[in-house]
């Protein structure tokens, strides 16, 4: 999004992570951690969302529409930076893989988080500090990162499928949400977060506010006139053409979940698609006839 937001011409590389993408040897070659995003420009490789966002701004080019350098004024610029910090540091990650497990705490899940994408996303995440533990092994270069990795990943693995812990990280979610609801109803003029400049806090926001609507969280934590300011911020945010160029389309999911199940099924499914053709094919001659 801030790519777009930026006008900055790139080749965007989708990493099927149902498929385990991330941890093919040429992807750890560029990010040892084996995680999504990766920026790379020319020679250099830039991994993390954070650091990401901080090259475009600051190292880039000066002369593109800034994100974070929007203004001179000081308190405006600690309040995007305070924003910025209180988004980025969710959990996203344990956010999403916890709904699956907790699904009566959300309400309906969309898109791409249907049941097949659900449970592969959920058996890989179990599966996983195994998996990292024998990829470490296979990849000398990485292998401290990823040892490492397969141990933050079991402690998170702990708290989110423990109910009592997974509903304190959706009570930090509700706290950070009030901060913003507040900030929504403090701007005066302007439609965004902290300013009436479109910045980095506004990208965070309306990813967070994506994807909790993606996993079916909108009611728990803002329709329905539990956050007014919040909800029409949302519907705002999602005409923006940054965001539309940036947020996956039916055709994209659809794309996904047939290439992320396993060549049988598709077959299958494949094979059953062509026998109803064929019944309405012979049902239309009878009536024709
Ligand atoms: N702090 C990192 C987190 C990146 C992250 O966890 N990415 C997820 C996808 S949203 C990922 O790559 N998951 C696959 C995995 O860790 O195996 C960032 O924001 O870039």
Request: proline fraction near 6%; glycine fraction near 4%.
């Amino acid at each position: 999004m801030a790519l777009y937001e930026k006008n900055i011409d790139f080749e965007p590389y989708v990493i099927d992570i149902t498929k385990g993408e991330q941890y093919s040897s040429w992807f750890l070659e560029l990010n040892p951690r084996g995680e999504i995003p990766v920026l790379k420009v020319k020679d250099s490789v830039i991994p993390d969302s954070t650091r990401i966002l901080d090259y475009l701004e600051f190292y880039l080019n000066p002369d593109l529409p800034p994100l974070i350098n929007v203004t001179s004024d000081a308190k405006v610029l600690s309040n995007i930076e305070k924003f910025r910090d209180l988004i980025e540091a969710l959990p996203a990650g344990v956010i999403t893989v916890g709904s699956f497990i907790h699904a009566h705490l959300c309400g309906r899940p969309k898109l791409p988080f249907v049941l097949p994408v659900r449970e592969l996303l959920k058996s890989g995440d179990l599966s996983s500090s195994q998996n990292l533990r024998r990829l470490a092994e296979d990849n000398p270069h990485a292998r401290n990162v990823l040892l490492y990795k397969a141990e933050i990943h079991d402690r998170k693995h702990e708290i989110l499928s423990n109910e009592e812990e997974y509903l304190k990280i959706l009570n930090v979610v509700d706290q950070v949400l009030t901060e913003v609801e507040k900030e929504l109803q403090n701007q005066t003029e302007g439609n965004w977060l902290c300013c009436d400049k479109f910045t980095i806090a506004d990208i965070n926001l309306a990813v967070l506010l994506q994807r909790l609507w993606e996993l079916g969280l909108e009611d728990r934590f803002w329709t329905n006139g539990k956050r007014s300011y919040t909800e029409s911020y949302f519907q705002r945010v999602q005409q923006r053409e940054s965001f539309k160029k940036t947020i996956p389309t039916l055709p994209d999911h659809i794309k996904m979940i047939i290439t992320s199940q396993p060549p049988a099924y598709v077959g299958a499914a494949g094979a059953a698609t062509f026998g109803i053709v064929i019944a309405i094919l012979c049902v239309l001659k009878k009536i024709i006839h």
